[in-house]
């Protein structure tokens, strides 16, 4: 509507316009001057009762809705109906009582709207009406206070754990572009390509560690200009059920449609819940429509969670998928070094080593060992830690990865020792540097394995058993009469004996 429209409906008396007149004159201003998700959470739901003469009743939800509206929206609701009905109009409110209380399906009560503005703790109180919501909650609305929001003023508790930041988040090949990521993330809430984010990897790779990471990152740099939240998606379905239990399903999804970074930690558990997922579904849209950041964390890709409606899977592909693979070698010991450099205690490099050769699957796993071993130095005050005393220490933590070494292992590690090819051990190839090491792995795979001399030989070519013993021979000559030989020979051994734990 054009202004001329607009002045020409302001001039007219208040008997010549209805209820839904008024309102409607009301709302096209309201409209222009807020976010526009802001106006259709929280003004397009309303309904005009009537009007009578300077005083416009307009029904809401509830009375939730009531203060909320009167706590954020009261300036420029005031404003605009003396803009439409001039000095001296007013709101007043009918309160559909929520079911739970009802005698009758439609009973309501009225509210005046309030004589003076409500106190602000902010002094800026334009920014509040431009925004349309609080990060505050009511610790009496329900068990769990960060659930739903009233209007109190108090902050949103982001529930992260403050030692989870890039600076203890080890980068390597496995993380490198989840990792750079999450902190241009950090940098740019909301307002990046990367919306949403979606981690995804195995048990104990760090996908909590990197996402909480994030809201760190933003408290840090941008303090309370956001609001963060995280919560696993266990959490946030049973604080959901427990909102329609209580008749408070349209509270819980505004206070979630107003956080500004909202984490939800392993996603695939919304698995096969319907009701949940529709309600993500809905708080999901209201978010990304309005420029918050949403990130998600899954032990899978988006397209292999199962159960999950396919309309939620095409949101998650928005943005970043971004996995956590297993640690390299290299990540694993460096992490290792990092977290003895943290308590303050060094260990041999072959203890790392050692470690990192056993605990391949899980960075918990790798923090699970070291802790052991500092709380066994601290407890029994053990001043130096040698190899075959954590060997002891972790001996229960490694039983059960402890594999069976075969003669292909031995070979190939052997060569990776000599840095050949493994196969060259298998052709006929005279060469110094390939009869070495096709000797030693002979000698290697007799005193580790419980294999024949004829099964050694098959794996070497097809050679018979008198080449092995040869071989062994050789080997075993060599041992007596060269020490730097026999360091040789112990270094690839304890390659093997790692390898097998």
């Known amino acids: 509507m054009v202004e001329a429209e607009k002045s020409q409906r302001n001039s007219l008396s208040t008997e010549n316009l209805s209820a839904a007149e008024a309102w409607a004159s009301c709302l ?5 001057n807020i976010n526009y998700q802001k106006y259709k959470s929280w003004f397009h739901p309303i309904k005009p009762v009537a009007l009578d003469q300077k005083t416009l009743t307009i029904q809401v939800p509830s009375q939730f809705w009531y203060e909320w509206l009167e706590e ?7 404003s605009t109906i003396t803009k439409i009905l001039g000095e001296g109009a007013r709101f007043e409110y009918s309160i559909v009582l929520e079911k739970a209380e009802q005698e009758h399906q439609d009973l309501a009560v009225r509210m005046p709207q309030r004589s003076s503005p409500p106190v602000q703790n902010s002094s800026d109180q334009n920014e509040q009406v431009q925004n349309g919501y609080d990060t505050s909650y009511s610790a009496d ?110 509270e819980f999804s505004m206070f979630y449609r107003n956080i500004d970074v909202l984490i939800v930690d392993d996603i695939q558990f919304f698995s096969g819940k319907e ?75 072959e203890i790392f080593e050692f470690i990192a050769h056993n605990f391949k699957s899980s960075i918990r796993d790798l923090q699970g060992a070291i802790i052991k071993l500092l709380a066994t130095a601290s407890l029994q005050k053990i001043d130096n ?56 792995a002979m000698y290697l795979s007799k005193t580790m394995t419980k294999s024949s001399l004829k099964t050694i030989g098959l794996h070497f070519g ?21 020490p730097k030989f026999d360091q040789v020979i112990k270094d690839i051994q304890q390659r093997v004996e790692l390898a097998s734990m």
């Not at 954020?72 to 005031?78: A, D, E, L, S």
């Not at 490694?398 to 052709?427: A, M, W």
């Open 385 to 440: 830690i040698d190899l075959p005393m954590a060997k002891r220490i972790l001996k229960d933590l490694i039983k059960e990865t402890k594999k069976h070494i075969s003669i292909d292992d031995i070979q190939r590690l052997v060569c990776d020792y000599f840095g050949i090819d493994p196969n060259k051990v298998r052709e006929k190839t005279r060469k110094q540097e390939v009869v070495e090491a096709r000797q030693i």
């Open 72 to 78: 954020h929206y009261y300036n420029i609701m005031r």
């Open 141 to 250: 609305s329900i068990r769990n206070p960060f659930v739903i929001p009233g209007i109190k003023k108090s902050k949103i508790e982001p529930n992260l754990n403050e030692n989870y930041v890039f600076s203890q988040f080890i980068e390597g090949d496995c993380n490198r572009l989840a990792r750079s990521a999450a902190i241009a993330i950090a940098e740019n809430p909301g307002k990046n390509s990367f919306n949403p984010f979606f981690v995804y990897g195995g048990v104990g790779l760090g996908k909590t560690h990197l996402v909480q990471s994030i809201g760190n990152k933003i408290r840090q740099d941008y303090g309370d200009k956001f609001s963060i939240l995280y919560i696993s998606s266990d959490q946030f379905t049973n604080e959901f059920v427990h909102s329609i239990r209580n008749n408070r399903a349209r």
């Open 462 to 482: 097809g050679r018979d058993h008198s080449t092995v013993i040869h071989a062994i021979s050789s080997v075993e000559d060599r041992l007596e009469t060269s």
């Open 28 to 32: 096209e201003i309201i409209r222009d």
């Open 275 to 349: 009701k949940t997922q529709e309600e993500f579904f809905h708080i999901f849209n209201a978010l990304h429509q309005d420029g918050k950041q949403i990130i998600l964390t899954s032990d899978r890709a988006p397209k292999d969670v199962p159960d999950i409606e396919e309309r939620l899977i095409s949101r998650f592909n928005w943005g970043l998928s971004a996995d956590l693979q297993i640690p390299d070698y290299e990540t694993r010991y460096a992490i290792l070094e990092k977290k003895s450099l943290e308590n303050g205690i060094e260990f041999d490099g």
